[in-house]
């Protein structure tokens, strides 16, 4: 059974950090591409930031400079190290794991975790 299980979300003031963690399981995760989504309020959901198996990593503009994705292959666990936070950056936030070669392609998605930043 393919499993990606979000955590690391919370509460915290404009300035904080968060890390987020993904669990893979059920699925031969090195492979794949591993993607952090956000789904704002009242928004669409947006990638936030993608690292394949191979190749660069690439992030929104809004996140540049702040966040910094990056995974363990032996632990099958993708991180969001998130700094500087604003209150832009709330939402809930899922990873997902795709396609190297078509960065919209997602075969499968966690069940998020939900990040609030507010005074």
């Known amino acids: 059974q393919v499993q990606l299980v979000e955590s690391g979300g919370g509460l915290v003031q404009p300035g904080g950090s968060l890390r987020l963690s993904c669990a893979a399981s059920?699925?031969?995760?090195?492979?794949?591409?591993m993607s952090w989504y956000r789904r704002a309020p009242g928004k669409e959901r947006e990638l936030v930031a993608r690292?394949?198996?191979?190749?660069?990593?690439n992030y929104v503009d809004s996140v540049k400079g702040r966040f910094t994705i990056s995974r363990d292959n032996a632990k099958n666990t993708l991180y969001l190290q998130m700094n500087s936070l604003e209150p832009e950056d709330t939402g809930v936030y899922y990873c997902?794991?795709?396609?190297?070669?078509?960065?919209?392609?997602?075969?499968?998605w966690g069940q998020g975790t939900q990040v609030t930043v507010s005074s």
């Open positions: 997902g794991a795709g396609s190297n070669y078509d960065p919209k392609r997602i075969d499968y």
């Open positions: 059920g699925f031969d995760f090195s492979p794949y591409a």
């Open positions: 690292i394949p198996s191979f190749g660069r990593t």
